[in-house]
């Protein structure tokens, strides 16, 4: 089926430090890859999105590559700040438009 | 301000109370979705509509009833619900035929506890 999957457990950092999360999936063909992002106390927002293969996704920093070889979209960020503290959520589209999420990474940045 | 606006933000509601959540979008979208929220579970979709249609409904109880009377607005009916459908209800809207290319866009949210 259609699924994305998630590193487990929360992610506690340093402010400046280096952020990766990781994020496979599993898919018919070569779908819409996304990050989505969700602050305290709100909905989910889009991060950054990436429709085909090598494509890479940006945006406040945040950056995605769509690897199909690896069937991966991991995100990653270069200097994190506190105000980046919330839950992650890597997502696919399948079937008729839907989306599949991953469980989600919470993220901590410590100042 | 995300373009869907759910009301009320918080809800404190008595399993034998009848209450309902309200979403509502002016982006043009012509799909609604409601999904459910809960502590250290994925997120899962309860029902989808396109153009005020019910195309989804992902074996949600009965005690949910979802309403879609236009493409801009979509509720969610609730009555007698358990303790354990204390949890985040989101909407989002995209547009049906392409979400690839934006998305979701989701609303803040409704927070309801059930007691």
Known sequence: ?111 | ETGVTQTPRHLVMGMTNKKSLKCEQHLGHNAMYWYKQSAKKPLELMFVYNFKEQTENNSVPSRFSPECPNSSHLFLHLHTLQPEDSALYLCASSLGGDVGVGGYTFGSGTRLTVV
Request: glycine share 10%; aromatic share 12%; net charge neutral.
């Open chain 1, 1 to 111: 089926g259609n699924s994305v999957t998630q590193m487990e457990g929360p992610v506690t950092l340093s402010e400046e430090a280096f952020l990766t999360i990781n994020c496979t999936y599993t898919a018919t063909g070569y779908p819409s890859l996304f990050w989505y992002v969700q602050y305290p106390g709100e909905g989910l927002q889009l991060l950054l999105k990436a429709t085909k293969a090598d494509d890479k996704g940006s945006n406040k920093g945040f950056e995605a590559t769509y690897r199909k070889e690896t069937t991966s979209f991991h995100l990653e960020k270069g200097s994190v700040q506190v105000s980046d503290s919330a839950v992650y959520f890597c997502a696919l589209i399948y079937g008729n438009n839907r989306l599949a999420f991953g469980k989600g990474n919470q993220v901590v940045v410590i100042p």
